[in-house]
């Protein structure tokens, strides 16, 4: 199973930027989906997370500027993020839990997209 994630970019404060990640391969049920970040010299912290039945969490931090939901016919997530700030900046990475062959389940991640917000 492959995870791509897409969208990242430079936006200045204020501004708006939509992720999206696909997953890929030998794929049975998707199940919850998620989106996580790292800046540089901080810990990976959880941003937002959907479940395939559509039950979502966020951090306190993104709360009512950012809208994650999911394509279940395409494996796709989507994280849109408005008015982001410079403390949004960071590489955000997809994450999936899979269950393969109707067998086998486990967490997928991604290898992430840049976000950069201006100041």
Known sequence: VQLQASGGGLVQAGGSLRLSCTASGRISVTNRM???RQAPGNQRELVATISNGGSINYA???????????DNAKNTLYL?????????????????????????RRVYWGEGTLVTVSS
């Open 34 to 36: 998620g989106w996580f």
């Open 60 to 70: 306190d931090s993104v709360k009512g500027r950012f809208t994650i939901s999911r």
């Open 80 to 104: 849109q993020m408005n008015s982001l700030k410079p403390e949004d900046t960071a590489k955000y990475l997809c994450s999936a839990d899979v269950t393969s062959s109707f067998v086998t």
